[in-house]
Nanobody, 115 residues
Framework: QVQLVESGGGLVQAGGSLRLSCAASGSIFSGNPWGWYRQAPGKSRELAAV???????VYADSVKGRFTISRDNYENTVYLEMNNLKPDDTAVYYCAIMVGSTTHWGQGTQVTVSS
């Protein structure tokens, strides 16, 4: 069974930075596709950044140049470094890992950016 636990969210002023972590347990392998998604109030969940099984990373245009995803395979932890945060980045952030045909989601962590 795969479990994901996010942490690192919080309240930050515009221009500030946060680092989100997602600790994974269970049958996780370095080649699993994974990513970070976010859902703002009243909006659909959207992709922030994903990493394919081949290691190709894609960022949403809205976060490109400001967010960086990374993974520590030894610790089975994925990260989302967020810099120069904007009020529009306010959302619940979720990590997700695909194992086989199933996408596993964390519980989410709230990020609030004040202007």
């Amino acid at each position: 069974q795969v479990q994901l636990v996010e942490s690192g969210g919080g309240l930050v002023q515009a221009g500030g930075s946060l680092r989100l972590s997602c600790a994974a347990s269970g049958s996780i392998f370095s080649g699993n596709p994974w990513g970070w998604y976010r859902q703002a109030p009243g909006k659909s969940r959207e992709l922030a950044a994903v990493c394919s099984s081949g290691g190709v990373i894609v960022y949403a245009d809205s976060v490109k140049g400001r967010f960086t995803i990374s993974r520590d395979n030894y610790e089975n932890t994925v990260y989302l470094e967020m810099n120069n945060l904007k009020p529009d980045d306010t959302a619940v952030y979720y990590c997700a890992i695909m194992v086989g045909s199933t996408t596993h989601w964390g519980q989410g962590t709230q990020v609030t950016v004040s202007s």
